[in-house]
C-alpha cells in the first residue's frame, strides 16, 4: 500500500492506529503538535479493560508487554461518604479484566513499537485543504506542507480535523475537575493515605466530590469534582495556587479531615478541567479521505472508557485498512459503521456514571452501581 496516510495527534489512539497498520505492513506518518515525548506529564493511572483496551493491545501484538506494566493491587476501589466512614472496600481480585496502568508508560510502549520517525514531533496542525478525490494538504505551524491520501484526526477535544467532517463542537457539562497531587504519601500524609487505600477512592456527595487513586511511586493523584459554572472557573484559575486551593476546599467544609487534605495539602499547582463533551449520537456522513478517532470522534465525560475506546477506535480502523487496501473509501465505511453505535453507547453509559458519583443519590448510589458492575464481572 503506497497511499500517504496521516494521523494527527501521538495519543494512544493515533499511536494505536499507527502500530496496527505496522503490524500489518502499512506506513503512516504521526504528526504530533508537542516538541517530544517528554514535554509533558501524560497524566495518571488508566485502567485497561479485558473487553476493549486489552483486545486492541492484543491486535497490536503488544498484550504480553502490557502485562508488565501492571500496578499490582491497583483494581482496588473504595466509596467514601464525606465524613470518612466506608460505604465499600473492594480489593482487587486479581482477574485482570480492569488493571492499572500508567498512561505514560502504556504511550512509551506504543511509541516504543513503530519504526524510527513514524512520529514527526514539532508539527502542530494550521491548516488543512481539501484537494478532492479525498485528498487533503496539511500545513504546519513552522510552515511545511504534506498532502495526504488518507487523514485521521486523533487530535483530541479541540481537534482541527473534525470541522472537515462535521460541525459538532464540545460543550460544557457543567462540572470541573481541579487535579493535585501528594507526594511520599504513606510518610507525609499517613491520613489521606490511609483514606485512599491501595487503588481508587471515591469520596462523594451530591453536586461534589473527591477522586483519588494510588499511584505506584506513592503519589496520590486526587481530583476534586464541582458542579459549577464557568465563570466560576475563570475566577479560581486567575487566582494563585495558594487561594485557588482554598477556594476549591471552602465547597468541602464539614468533610472529614483526610479528605479535604488531598487538596488543601497538594503540592502541585491545581491544574482545573472543566468537563467538555460531544452530542452523545455524534456522526457525520462518509467524507472521502477523512475520519476520527478518540476524542477527536467522541468526546464524553470520564468514566474509564476514553482511553480504551480510543485504542479500539485505532486498533479497528488498523484493521478495516488491512482488509481492504485497495478501497479506503470501504474501509472507512466499515470502520464507522461499528465506531458510532460504539461511541453513542459509551456516551450514554458515561453520563450515567457522572450522575451515580454526583446526582442526588450519591454516595450511596455510586456503592450500588459498584455493586452491580462487581456482580457482572
Not at 478532492?132 to 494538504?137: C, E, I, N, Q, Y
Given at each position: ?8 495527534g501521538?495519543?494512544l489512539?493515533g ?6 497498520l505496522?503490524v ?7 504528526y ?10 501524560q ?11 486489552q483486545?486492541?493491545l492484543k491486535?497490536?501484538?503488544l ?5 508488565q506494566?501492571?500496578?499490582p ?8 461518604d ?11 481480585d ?11 508508560e502504556?504511550r512509551?510502549?506504543l511509541?516504543?513499537s ?6 514527526r ?10 484537494l ?11 510552515g511545511?506542507n504534506?498532502?495526504t491520501d ?11 480535523v473534525?470541522p ?11 462540572t470541573t475537575?481541579?487535579e493535585?497531587?501528594l507526594a511520599?504519601?504513606d510518610?507525609?500524609?499517613p491520613a489521606?493515605?490511609a483514606a485512599?487505600g491501595?487503588?481508587?477512592l471515591?469520596?462523594?456527595a ?9 499511584e505506584p ?20 484559575e ?10 476549591v476546599?471552602?465547597e468541602?467544609e ?6 479535604t487534605?488531598?487538596i ?7 491544574v482545573?478541567?472543566?468537563i ?5 449520537d ?12 478518540g ?13 480504551n ?5 485505532g486498533?479497528e ?6 482488509a481492504?487496501p ?10 464507522e ?5 460504539r461511541?453513542a453507547?459509551a456516551?450514554?453509559g ?6 451515580v458519583?454526583?446526582g442526588?443519590s450519591?454516595?450511596h ?13
Open positions: 500500500m503506497t497511499r500517504m496516510i496521516a494521523i494527527i501521538a495519543g489512539g499511536l494505536m492506529l499507527a502500530r496496527v505496522h500489518h505492513g502499512i506506513a503512516c506518518t504521526v504530533e503538535a508537542e516538541a517530544s515525548p517528554a514535554a509533558r506529564t497524566g495518571g493511572m488508566l485502567d485497561i479493560h479485558a473487553d476493549s483496551g483486545l486492541a491486535a497490536a501484538k498484550h504480553e508487554a502490557f502485562v506494566l501492571i500496578h493491587g491497583g483494581q482496588a476501589s473504595r466509596v467514601l464525606k465524613t470518612g466512614a466506608v460505604l465499600l472496600d473492594q480489593a482487587d486479581g482477574n485482570g479484566g480492569r488493571p492499572e496502568v500508567r498512561r505514560g502504556l512509551r510502549l511509541l516504543d513503530l519504526p524510527v520517525g513514524t512520529v514531533w514539532d508539527h502542530k496542525l494550521t491548516s488543512v485543504e481539501a478532492g478525490d479525498g485528498r487533503h494538504t496539511l500545513t504546519f505551524a513552522h511545511t504534506v498532502t488518507l487523514l485521521v484526526g486523533a487530535d483530541g477535544a479541540w481537534s482541527k473534525r472537515l467532517v462535521s460541525m459538532a463542537a464540545p460543550a460544557y457539562t457543567g475537575f481541579v493535585t497531587h511520599d504519601a510518610t507525609r500524609h489521606s493515605a485512599v491501595g487503588g481508587a471515591f469520596a462523594m451530591p453536586g461534589k466530590g473527591i477522586f483519588a487513586h494510588r511511586d506513592g503519589v496520590l493523584h486526587t481530583y476534586a469534582a464541582l458542579q459549577k459554572p464557568m465563570a466560576w472557573v475563570a475566577e479560581v486567575a487566582a494563585d495556587a495558594f487561594v485557588a486551593l482554598a477556594r476546599a471552602l468541602f464539614g468533610w472529614d479531615r483526610a479528605l487534605a488531598l488543601t495539602d497538594g503540592e502541585t499547582p491545581p482545573l478541567r472543566p467538555h463533551a460531544l452530542p452523545a455524534h456522526r457525520w456522513d462518509r467524507t472521502p479521505g477523512v475520519t476520527l478517532l476524542d477527536a470522534a467522541h468526546l464524553m465525560a470520564p468514566a474509564g472508557d476514553g482511553a475506546l480510543a485504542m479500539v477506535d486498533a480502523l488498523g484493521e478495516a485498512i488491512a481492504r485497495g478501497d479506503l473509501g470501504a474501509a472507512l465505511l466499515a470502520y459503521a461499528k465506531l458510532f453505535p461511541s453507547e456516551a450514554a458515561s453520563v450515567e456514571v457522572l450522575d458519583c454526583l442526588d450519591a454516595p448510589g455510586l456503592v450500588r452501581f459498584l455493586d452491580q458492575a462487581q456482580g457482572a464481572a
